[in-house]
């Protein structure tokens, strides 16, 4: 064929360190935990199940577990406490 090319398949692979691997499967595993077994409900339940209805349970439980690296995140880098209700002023008395 007259113009054609030849294109070859090249597959990238991106590396991770196997810490890096636990950490995001032990936030997934926490994050099905929650949504799925947890029987009480708090905002970020709450929260995931909206998620989850707009969205697709699958989406919601990823969604989740980056919600909770971020809050990890932010206990570990200003020691700030994590508040389950919505009122930050009643966990504090």
Not at 58 to 84: M, N, P, Q, S
């Amino acid at each position: 064929m007259r113009g054609a090319r030849e294109f070859t398949q090249v597959r990238v692979v991106h590396l991770q360190p196997i810490d890096v691997i636990l950490e995001e499967r032990a936030l997934h595993d926490a994050a099905n935990a929650l949504l799925t077994r947890a029987t009480w409900f708090n905002t970020l339940k709450r929260w995931a199940l909206d998620v989850a209805r707009r969205r697709g349970m699958r989406r919601a439980k990823v969604a989740l577990a980056r919600k909770l690296a971020t809050v990890l995140h932010r206990i570990w880098a200003d020691g700030t406490e994590f508040v389950w209700g919505k009122d930050p002023a009643a966990a504090k008395a």
